[in-house]
């Protein structure tokens, strides 16, 4: 059964994947991700090497980073919020 989801999974992948780079319109919604994705990442980074605040490490895994690329800054204070106070 796992191997019948695994191949739905890569032809469905495979598919969206040849929609997308046929599409023209599509081209620019991947550059704009690619590069909200970039900034999101450099700004995480950045909150960490930087130590502004005593404590305070916002891991760089798949979640905070598109949390911050679809909030952008707030998202990335959000972050550091939850992880001062809540974590």
Do not use: C, D
């Not at 989801?5 to 890569?10: A, D, K, R, Y």
């Not at 700004?43 to 679809?70: C, D, K, Q, R, W």
């Not at 909030?71 to 972050?79: A, D, I, R, T």
Request: aromatic letters at 6%.
């Amino acid at each position: 059964m796992k191997m019948v989801w695994l191949s739905i999974l890569i032809v469905s992948s495979l598919l969206l994947i040849g929609i997308l780079l046929r599409n023209k319109l599509s081209w620019g919604w991947l550059k704009g991700f690619a590069l909200h994705m970039v900034i999101a990442a450099g700004l995480l980074y950045l909150v960490n090497e930087l130590a502004i605040v005593e404590g305070l490490h916002i891991p760089l895994n798949p979640i905070t980073i598109s949390t911050a690329v679809v909030l952008g800054v707030p998202g990335v204070l959000m972050l550091a919020g939850v992880q001062l106070f809540i974590v």
